[in-house]
């Protein structure tokens, strides 16, 4: 009996740590891998989020992938003549984190998590419009991604297969050519086009959310990077007459560059990246590549870039003094000031002394410019940066908001990136209308349109003999007043074709000066009165950006683009695409 009693007791000593072996093996909810997440609705709407939450990382357009292409282009300037000075120079050696790394590491984050979206997707029992939404919104940004990533790095992988990233052999990818890239973008934006709603939906898709509207705004502008003048032109006529949703300009310019539920995601935004305003996110300051802390400030440091450190910024970057000058060679019908020069540069203006409240063509009801900035009065114009001088940036900053007296360096500022606006639709359509027929009252009329919101007088066609002063008009007067120091004036660069002619080249240069002398010089340069031209140190193939050596030398399989071999790409540029002569 006692023997029984034993065989017993091992029996249940057996048992019971299998049962325990067996309680062991749970599964953490709280620390969930890609291989049991993403297999439900609601987890693949998860996942979605922390897609949109990779667009607002420091390479993206928390910071450097915004500023990052500003620079590059004519209307903004090195002023620290530190961070950045080597892509404003445009002669990166291809060692440097901030432009050949981050910028490259940052999208690669995007392009990771909308390919395990879209991999999960069709393995998810849910209703079409889900599926179409979830799969839309990824397609979207894995579009957004690629775009970026070859408008700045011209070669780079084509990774769409979530599985690539579990087989070495696959995981280190080779060099795609840039028309092999712009294809998939062309796929994925037409796909999304197909499946988004439009921003009439409401909700969520009016305020941030990816629209078949900026899906159609994002697949016009990469067809027009490849000359597709004709097929960009449909869509963009699509859009203006409301396929895609309702869009409008709105009355004021300068709400395009307010913070504040009543200004951000308005009728004229096809896409801006959201941020949380001033103030209202937690206290953990997170940069790249980190970004999951539930008390993360969720604001982005263009404003720590852009504005004067003179009144607190870092003072990396200034407007060009082309860019005032081109302002002020132009008055509203009304003889005022260009409403855009005040939310694009921080300038004193004596004439905004006597502005302020009038009733003017620009602001029949009443006119808010003034001399106060961060909500003081200045009685001349603040420097961007306190040894070097130049005039500081006020678009994306709350210079002209005075919501507060005080930056707050970092990832504070909260007003929303807007990538893209309708004026850009218009002025694209003339572009378009310009390439294929022009000139013609009907490219006229779309810039027109641009115009009358801030009251300046109608251009007439007969101004316009040829296409190529048509031209001339839209790319260096009224696209760079509309969109100075925004994202994009370096991939129209690019397009353009103008690091690969001569008398573009010297254009660039002349729209490049800029004087290290303390001051914020307004003064036209030349030559002779500049300290130098960003363009000046140009080093062929440097109109992308070099992909970072240690990215080389971690990828067997990669090979460096045109800036890493200092490769000249105006032959290959000229035998596909015709570079509109300047007109002076």
């Given at each position: 009996?006692?023997?029984?009693?034993?065989?017993f007791?091992i029996?249940l000593?057996?048992?019971?740590l299998?049962?325990c072996?067996?309680?062991?093996?749970?599964?953490n909810?709280?620390?969930q891998t890609t291989?049991?997440?993403g297999d439900?609705?609601?987890?693949?709407n998860e996942?979605?989020i922390?897609c949109?939450?990779?667009?607002?990382l420091e390479g993206?357009?928390?910071?450097?992938g915004y500023?990052?292409d500003?620079?590059?282009g004519d209307e903004v300037w090195?002023s620290?003549q530190q961070w950045?000075?080597?892509y404003?120079?445009?002669n990166?050696?291809g060692?440097?984190?901030?432009g050949?790394?981050?910028i490259?590491?940052?999208?690669?984050?995007v392009?990771?998590?909308?390919?395990?979206?879209?991999?999960?997707?069709?393995g998810v029992?849910?209703?079409?419009?889900?599926?179409n939404q979830i799969?839309g919104?990824?397609?979207?940004?894995r579009?957004?991604a690629?775009?970026?990533?070859?408008t700045?790095?011209?070669?780079?992988p084509?990774?769409?297969?979530?599985?690539?990233?579990s087989?070495i052999n696959?995981?280190?990818?080779?060099?795609?050519t840039?028309?092999?890239?712009?294809?998939?973008?062309?796929?994925?934006?037409s796909?999304a086009?197909?499946m988004?709603p439009?921003?009439?939906?409401?909700?969520?898709w009016?305020?941030g959310?990816a629209t078949c509207?900026?899906a159609?705004?994002y697949m016009?502008?990469a067809?027009m990077?490849r000359?597709k003048?004709e097929e960009?032109?449909?869509?963009?006529?699509?859009i203006i007459a409301?396929?895609?949703?309702?869009?409008?300009?709105?009355?004021?310019?300068?709400?395009?560059f307010?913070e504040?539920a009543?200004?951000e995601n308005?009728p004229?935004?096809?896409?801006?990246?959201?941020?949380?305003?001033?103030?209202?996110?937690g206290?953990?300051?997170?940069?790249?590549p980190?970004n999951?802390?539930?008390?993360?400030?969720?604001?982005?440091a263009v404003?720590?870039n852009?504005a004067s450190?003179e009144l607190?910024?870092?003072?990396?970057?200034a407007?060009?003094?082309?860019?005032y000058n081109?302002?002020?060679?132009e008055t509203?019908?009304?003889g005022?000031l260009?409403p855009?020069?005040y939310?694009?540069?921080v300038?004193?203006?004596e004439?905004?002394?006597?502005y302020?409240g009038?009733k003017?063509a620009?602001?029949?009801?009443?006119d808010?410019r003034c001399?106060?900035?961060?909500q003081t009065?200045?009685?001349?114009t603040?420097?961007?940066n306190?040894?070097?001088g130049?005039i500081?940036?006020?678009?994306?900053?709350n210079?002209?908001?005075n919501?507060?007296s005080?930056i707050?360096?970092?990832?504070?500022?909260?007003?929303?990136?807007r990538l893209?606006?309708y004026?850009?639709?218009l002025?694209?359509?003339?572009e378009?209308?310009n390439e294929i027929?022009g000139p013609t009252q009907?490219?006229i009329?779309y810039?027109?349109e641009?115009?009358?919101?801030?009251?300046l007088?109608?251009l007439?066609?007969?101004?316009?003999?040829?296409a190529?002063?048509l031209?001339?008009?839209?790319?260096?007067?009224e696209?760079?007043?509309?969109?100075g120091?925004?994202?994009?004036r370096?991939?129209?660069?690019l397009r353009?074709?103008f690091?690969y002619s001569?008398?573009?080249?010297d254009q660039?240069?002349e729209h490049?000066?800029y004087?290290?002398?303390?001051k914020?010089?307004?003064?036209e340069?030349?030559?002779?009165?500049a300290?130098a031209?960003?363009?000046?140190?140009?080093?062929?193939?440097?109109?992308y950006?070099?992909i970072?050596q240690?990215?080389l030398?971690?990828n067997?399989?990669?090979?460096g683009?045109s800036a890493?071999?200092?490769?000249?790409n105006s032959?290959?540029f000229k035998?596909r695409?015709?570079?509109?002569?300047?007109?002076?």
């Amino acid at each position: 009996m006692r023997h029984l009693n034993i065989i017993f007791i091992i029996w249940l000593l057996i048992g019971g740590l299998a049962a325990c072996n067996d309680a062991l093996n749970v599964v953490n909810p709280n620390n969930q891998t890609t291989y049991d997440f993403g297999d439900s609705e609601s987890e693949l709407n998860e996942a979605v989020i922390a897609c949109y939450n990779r667009i607002r990382l420091e390479g993206t357009f928390a910071r450097v992938g915004y500023t990052m292409d500003a620079v590059r282009g004519d209307e903004v300037w090195n002023s620290s003549q530190q961070w950045y000075l080597e892509y404003d120079n445009l002669n990166s050696p291809g060692t440097i984190g901030i432009g050949d790394q981050w910028i490259w590491r940052d999208w690669y984050h995007v392009v990771n998590r909308t390919n395990f979206v879209l991999s999960k997707v069709d393995g998810v029992k849910m209703s079409e419009e889900s599926r179409n939404q979830i799969a839309g919104q990824a397609l979207f940004l894995r579009g957004l991604a690629y775009y970026h990533l070859s408008t700045y790095y011209q070669t780079v992988p084509l990774i769409t297969d979530y599985a690539s990233y579990s087989d070495i052999n696959t995981m280190y990818a080779s060099n795609n050519t840039q028309d092999e890239i712009f294809d998939q973008i062309e796929i994925d934006l037409s796909q999304a086009m197909a499946m988004l709603p439009s921003r009439d939906k409401g909700g969520e898709w009016a305020q941030g959310r990816a629209t078949c509207g900026a899906a159609a705004g994002y697949m016009a502008r990469a067809l027009m990077f490849r000359h597709k003048f004709e097929e960009a032109y449909q869509i963009l006529k699509d859009i203006i007459a409301g396929k895609y949703g309702r869009y409008a300009l709105t009355a004021d310019f300068g709400d395009n560059f307010r913070e504040g539920a009543a200004y951000e995601n308005n009728p004229e935004s096809l896409f801006e990246v959201q941020f949380m305003d001033y103030g209202t996110g937690g206290t953990d300051e997170e940069w790249t590549p980190v970004n999951i802390s539930s008390q993360a400030t969720q604001g982005h440091a263009v404003e720590s870039n852009y504005a004067s450190q003179e009144l607190g910024s870092w003072g990396d970057l200034a407007g060009s003094p082309w860019l005032y000058n081109l302002f002020r060679k132009e008055t509203c019908t009304d003889g005022f000031l260009d409403p855009r020069l005040y939310w694009t540069l921080v300038t004193y203006e004596e004439e905004y002394n006597s502005y302020t409240g009038l009733k003017t063509a620009a602001y029949p009801n009443g006119d808010p410019r003034c001399n106060i900035v961060y909500q003081t009065e200045i009685i001349r114009t603040p420097l961007s940066n306190n040894a070097q001088g130049g005039i500081s940036i006020a678009k994306f900053t709350n210079a002209r908001n005075n919501i507060y007296s005080t930056i707050t360096n970092g990832l504070h500022c909260g007003v929303n990136l807007r990538l893209m606006r309708y004026s850009d639709v218009l002025l694209r359509a003339a572009e378009c209308e310009n390439e294929i027929n022009g000139p013609t009252q009907t490219a006229i009329n779309y810039i027109n349109e641009v115009r009358r919101r801030v009251a300046l007088k109608d251009l007439q066609l007969s101004d316009f003999p040829t296409a190529d002063a048509l031209f001339e008009q839209i790319a260096n007067v009224e696209r760079p007043k509309e969109f100075g120091c925004e994202n994009g004036r370096g991939i129209d660069l690019l397009r353009w074709g103008f690091f690969y002619s001569q008398d573009r080249l010297d254009q660039l240069i002349e729209h490049g000066y800029y004087k290290l002398d303390g001051k914020a010089s307004t003064e036209e340069l030349t030559a002779e009165t500049a300290t130098a031209s960003s363009f000046q140190y140009y080093y062929k193939g440097h109109e992308y950006f070099p992909i970072f050596q240690g990215t080389l030398d971690a990828n067997p399989n990669l090979e460096g683009n045109s800036a890493n071999k200092n490769e000249d790409n105006s032959i290959a540029f000229k035998s596909r695409w015709n570079i509109r002569p300047r007109v002076k």
